[in-house]
């Protein structure tokens, strides 16, 4: 992404891509190359780039992602949570701690800025302590190498 990426943009981004991944985990026979087709409609190149980034590679990686919410999350299996919080668990854990794209403290913020929106009334409070106990924990165990890092 070009330095001018504005925080408006990788909003709307990040917004995108909760609604994909929402979607692509409600439709199992769904790919996200289809769920791109029916979800882009020409909007900014910058904004469809990061969100199809963060949605491809946070549905890619899902089995990673979801073993680090079950070792990390405890009495919370990743298939019996909301879907907007899975979406937005798996979203932000790829977007802070797989490929690093976006400082931790933005990306936990903007997860759950979306789950309130998109999510239940305890969405917001669940998945900022969800977050925040996974940061805690998997950074300090150094589990990632940042080998995924894109630049």
């Known amino acids: 992404m070009s330095r001018g990426f504005l925080p408006q943009k990788r909003h709307r981004s990040r917004e995108m891509a909760l609604q994909l991944l929402y979607s692509l985990d409600l439709r199992e026979n769904q790919t996200p190359e289809q769920a791109f087709e029916l979800y882009f409609s020409n909007d900014d190149e910058e904004v ?11 549905w890619e990686k ?13 009495g919370w299996r990743p298939e019996r949570m909301v879907a907007v919080d899975r979406a937005a668990l798996r979203m932000c854990i790829y977007e802070c701690l797989i490929v690093k794209a ?10 759950v800025e979306l789950v309130k929106v998109f999510g239940t009334e ?12 996974i940061v805690r924990n998997y950074d300090h165990e150094g589990e990632h190498d940042g080998e995924d890092n894109p630049g």
């Open 102 to 111: 976006a400082p931790v403290p933005v990306a936990i913020s903007e997860a």
């Open 48 to 58: 469809e780039g990061y969100a199809r980034m963060l949605t491809a590679g946070a």
């Open 122 to 133: 305890e969405s917001g409070r669940f998945v900022n302590g969800a977050l925040g106990r």
């Open 62 to 74: 899902r089995m990673e992602i979801d073993s680090i919410i079950r070792e990390f999350v405890t």
